[in-house]
DNA sequence: GCCAACGTTGGC
DNA sequence: GCCAACGTTGGC
């Protein structure tokens, strides 16, 4: 059993909104990072939990818990002309990039802020504090896993 | 808006 | 295969 960490900016698509969502699932596509891609095409097992985390906004950190709920498969939006995130080298044989469904798994009482954690020395080797870390998709180890969760309940 | 850190691209 | 140029991320 493993445990992530998955960014994504709340004006795009928060939290909220994945537990607004009908089924409480939603495909995370658009990733167009080869590290993050293997994550989710070769290591993330469904019912695996994830923070979900809000990046890029007025006070981001660790909205609440998600799951991995599919196996991989092709993100379908490489293939649409349309899309912001078509890859024209990427065709239905080859695909290049895959995706997982993270759905909805709990709330958290409190939010946990990038702030907050950094205070905490048991979260100081996590892979999202340290300098220079862009990648939207980590993973977490169970000890941070559950510290985070104790902070936030 | 700035800028450090990093990933990707493409010419050679 | 190198590496400069460029683009992106994301906190501040």
């Known amino acids: 059993m493993k445990y ?3 960014k ?31 994550f989710m095409r070769d290591e993330m097992q469904e019912g695996e939990l994830i923070l979900f985390y809000h990046s890029s906004c007025e006070i ?9 709920s599919s196996k991989p498969y092709p993100d ?4 649409e002309k349309k ?3 078509y890859d024209p080298k990427a065709t239905k044989e080859t695909p290049r990039w895959f995706l997982i469904d993270v759905t909805y798994d709990q709330d958290l009482k409190n939010f946990v ?20 870390n862009r990648l939207s998709i980590l993973p977490v180890t169970n000890k ?10």
Do not use: C, D
């Open 83 to 85: 899309s912001e995130y």
């Open 113 to 132: 802020s990038l702030e907050e954690m950094k205070k905490h020395k048991e979260l100081s080797e996590m892979r999202l504090l340290q300098r220079g």
């Open 76 to 79: 379908s939006t490489q293939f």
């Open 4 to 6: 992530w960490i998955m």
């Open 8 to 38: 994504s900016e709340p004006e795009v698509f928060s939290f909220q909104e994945l537990k607004k969502r009908p089924k409480k699932t939603e495909p995370w596509n658009g990733v167009r990072n080869y590290q993050a891609r293997n």
């Open 144 to 153: 941070e896993f559950e510290f985070i969760l104790k902070l936030g309940n």
């Open 60 to 68: 981001p950190g660790v909205a609440g818990i998600a799951k991995v």
